[in-house]
């Protein structure tokens, strides 16, 4: 027998903190299923996002070294992008390989969509795998940090994810995910 669980519902809302388009805070209230309420409940509101692992015709992994604010020193990273508003997920993540590498790819694999903070909100990320990556015209990013682009042999990627050189959560995640997938074990 499967339980039943019936969500929480928001009673009140209040922004505490607007820096659209990238962030805001409200603190909610929140009615729990058992009828307490929990006020001052922090939501951080952020745009949804997409990140791609892509993969060129010849098997090297399309990658950046790059500076983060919140990163102590450099990582590894893969392409990663807001999605605009009423942009489809799949449409950006095509958008953002092709701005940020130059690099368009005919063969895409939803990873999944994942939420950020379970509790808190941040948005949620759309992970895909782009196969048989072909470069077709320049970078025209608009990226903020300092980034070298790299294409990694599969073995190197590998040995990467687990030194912890992609330092961010997410793409440590979407470069699991997609390691599996091309070693046989889809994301179903």
Not at 123 to 152: M, N, P, R, S
Request: hydrophobic fraction near 45%; proline fraction near 5%.
């Amino acid at each position: 027998m499967t339980a039943k669980f019936i969500p929480w519902k928001t009673l009140d809302r209040r922004t505490v903190l607007d820096a659209q388009p990238y962030l805001s805070v409200e603190m909610r209230t929140i009615e729990l299923p058992d009828g307490r309420t929990i006020p001052n409940w922090a939501w951080v509101a952020t745009p949804d996002y997409i990140n791609v692992v892509a993969v060129t015709a010849g098997g090297e992994f399309i990658c950046f070294r790059q500076t983060k604010y919140a990163i102590e020193g450099t990582s590894l990273a893969v392409v990663g992008g807001y999605i605009e508003p009423g942009e489809d997920p799949l449409a950006a993540a095509q958008r953002e390989l092709r701005e940020e590498t130059g690099y368009r790819a005919e063969r895409w694999t939803s990873l999944g969509s994942y939420a950020v903070d379970g509790n808190r909100g941040a948005g949620v990320a759309h992970f895909f795998l782009a196969q048989g990556a072909e470069k077709v015209t320049e970078i025209d990013a608009d990226d903020l940090e300092e980034q070298e682009l790299l294409l990694l042999p599969h073995a190197e990627v590998k040995t990467a994810l687990m030194k912890h050189e992609f330092k961010v959560l997410a793409w440590a995640a979407i470069v699991s995910l997609a390691l599996e997938s091309l070693e046989g074990n889809p994301v179903t």
